[in-house]
């Protein structure tokens, strides 16, 4: 028999959900990385997930499907990144508030990955990426573009 399988690699994050819940669980990545060497980061996978994810919750066994679109941003563990570090060197960061559907407010720096020339806050959120990054509290989180009602920049880093 042919084995079709593709190895993962669970990844305990907690998904801030639009309707204000919050899941804390297991969601399920490739072990390698279609881009480079090594497993697949969080920000990678953001950009490729289905719309309807499978997610292990911590608390129980039984494995649930979550529409992603209905997820305002996951939240991943202290100390993993959402994207290589090494392609983050020399990019300025912006201490921004998200204020977002559901009514909830994250605070936190967001790297503005662009070129020199398009480095404004307005320009990282009319990239083609679905996703950004916000670190908060040394945790990152990858945020749904689509859920952001308004931002209000504080300054740089």
């Given at each position: 028999?042919?084995?079709?399988?593709?190895?993962?690699?669970?990844?305990?994050?907690?998904?801030?959900?639009?309707?204000?819940?919050?899941?804390?669980?297991?969601?399920?990545?490739?072990?390698?990385?279609?881009?480079?060497?090594?497993p697949m980061?969080?920000?990678?996978?953001?950009?490729?997930?289905?719309?309807?994810?499978?997610?292990?919750?911590?608390?129980?066994?039984?494995?649930?499907?979550?529409?992603?679109?209905?997820?305002?941003?996951?939240?991943?563990?202290?100390?993993?990144?959402?994207?290589?570090?090494?392609?983050?060197?020399?990019?300025?960061?912006?201490?921004?508030?998200?204020?977002?559907?559901?009514?909830l407010r994250?605070?936190?720096?967001?790297?503005?990955?662009?070129?020199?020339?398009?480095?404004?806050?307005v320009d990282?959120?009319?990239?083609?990426?679905?996703?950004?990054?916000?670190?908060?509290?040394?945790?990152?989180?990858?945020?749904?573009?689509?859920?952001?009602?308004?931002?209000?920049?504080?300054?740089?880093?």
């Amino acid at each position: 028999m042919n084995d079709y399988s593709v190895p993962i690699a669970p990844l305990r994050v907690t998904m801030l959900l639009t309707d204000g819940r919050t899941i804390d669980g297991d969601v399920f990545l490739p072990a390698k990385s279609p881009l480079r060497d090594g497993p697949m980061l969080a920000g990678e996978w953001a950009k490729v997930a289905p719309p309807f994810i499978p997610v292990r919750p911590a608390v129980g066994h039984e494995v649930m499907i979550v529409n992603r679109h209905q997820v305002v941003a996951f939240a991943l563990p202290v100390g993993v990144p959402a994207e290589d570090p090494v392609e983050l060197l020399d990019t300025p960061a912006q201490h921004v508030a998200l204020e977002m559907t559901g009514g909830l407010r994250l605070e936190g720096l967001m790297a503005v990955a662009m070129p020199r020339h398009q480095r404004r806050v307005v320009d990282w959120l009319n990239a083609q990426d679905a996703h950004l990054t916000l670190e908060v509290d040394g945790r990152a989180h990858l945020v749904t573009k689509a859920h952001i009602v308004r931002i209000i920049e504080l300054g740089g880093a």
